[in-house]
């Protein structure tokens, strides 16, 4: 089904994610090869010394582990079939595996040392059968959002059947499209979500109690709602819903998010960055234009290097990874893994429309204003 074009997508992202290497000896990694396929029944067979990343060789080269591979990218796919979120979902993935890997002992891309591989191998492979019974839970959906809207939802029986009606439908909807229109749908759908936060005034509350929330419950039943008539509405016309990039009618945080959005599409950014957050830090508007100025946060979900092509396009601006600030200079080889996150600042230009709604103006993120390299969460 078109529907699992990004499902599918996954591995190939989280296996470009751990397959940057770092040079190493030839004399010390061939020491590394050898002590490690006395242990690994299948490193031979299955060529496993041409993996650089430590935890993918022993995925490789072990039984055990192997199988267990092959039933979590199983419960991966069919946790990514179930929510019209994907890149959330690849994000949570790619943490999950970062914190599975240092809660193992294993260190970016240092080799395993031969008396460690039994232990490391056996902590792997529990750490992999507890997630693939979490994926298979239907309410780690809910939970693994880490979100205040998320926590509202999952406390509130009837938000989260509003929740789950409104993704069947809009799930029924993206799989009537092609791939690349499919691709745009799933993150035009992660926009409205971002709205919606914005809307409730539950941005950056992940922290916060969830009695405080409360007064935000209204809203999201109410966005839940009007929204899943909105998706009900077209009939089954995936066309008539998705892709029609329309003016804003006001010039504010939503409208820079569709702004975002519409660049990030046109340089196929969505396998490199999710944009998890649009914040609104002043506006100027007069009778035709206005001008915005917000803070835009991403989360790295494929490695890139910090000065290329993606990142002028996809962030713009080049980096400075050791300063974590924006850098115009293209002398540096570094690249950012994942989870990584970047901010950026930046005043979005809008002109008002013959219908009294706001276009943006810009087809580029570069220049940015300010940019900041926050790391991992």
């Not at 529907?3 to 989280?14: D, T």
């Not at 029924?172 to 809307?199: C, G, P, S, V």
């Not at 969830?210 to 709602?225: A, F, P, Q, T």
Request: a negative charge; one cysteine or more; aromatic letters at 6%.
């Amino acid at each position: 089904m078109r529907v699992h074009m990004l499902a599918i997508v996954v591995p190939a992202i989280v296996a470009i994610q751990l397959g940057v290497a770092l040079p190493a000896c030839a004399e010390t990694q061939a020491d590394a090869d050898r002590s490690i396929s006395e242990v690994l029944p299948l490193f031979n067979k299955n060529h496993c010394e041409t993996i650089r990343d430590p935890a993918e060789q022993l995925f490789c080269g072990d039984p055990e582990l192997a199988a267990a591979a092959v039933k979590l990218s199983s419960a991966t796919q069919d946790r990514q079939d179930r929510i019209p979120d994907r890149r959330h979902a690849i994000e949570e993935n790619v943490q999950w595996i970062a914190d599975r890997n240092l809660s193992c002992g294993i260190f970016e891309q240092e080799a395993v040392r031969f008396e460690d591989v039994e232990p490391v191998a056996a902590c792997l492979l529990k750490e992999t059968e507890e997630r693939i019974a979490i994926l298979r839970d239907s309410n780690f959906d809910c939970l693994a959002t880490n979100t205040a809207a998320g926590a509202l939802i999952c406390s509130d029986p009837s938000l989260a059947i509003a929740e789950m009606e409104l993704n069947e439908h809009v799930l029924a909807l993206i799989a009537k499209l092609q791939e690349n229109e499919a691709r745009d749908a799933f993150a035009e759908y992660a926009r409205w979500t971002r709205e919606r936060d914005r809307k409730c005034n539950l941005v950056g509350k992940e922290n916060v109690p969830l009695h405080e929330l409360s007064s935000s419950e209204r809203c999201l039943s109410d966005y839940l709602g009007e929204k899943t008539a909105e998706v009900v509405a077209v009939k089954g016309d995936p066309k008539r819903l998705f892709g029609q990039h329309l003016p804003s009618p006001i010039p504010n945080a939503d409208a820079v998010d569709l702004c975002v959005s519409q660049i990030h599409a046109a340089n196929t950014c969505e396998n490199f960055l999710r944009i998890s957050r649009v914040f609104e830090i002043d506006s100027e508007v007069a009778e035709q234009s206005a001008l915005v100025t917000a803070e835009v946060e991403m989360v790295v979900l494929s490695p890139f290097a910090v000065c290329s092509a993606v990142a002028s396009s996809c962030t713009g601006t080049c980096w400075d990874l050791k300063s974590g600030k924006a850098n115009p200079s293209p002398a540096s080889r570094d690249s950012f893994g994942v989870a990584h996150r970047l901010r950026i600042e930046k005043a979005f230009a809008f002109q008002k429309t013959d219908g009294g709604n706001w276009r943006c103006n810009a087809t580029a993120l570069q220049p940015v204003d300010f940019g900041v390299a926050l790391g991992r969460r």
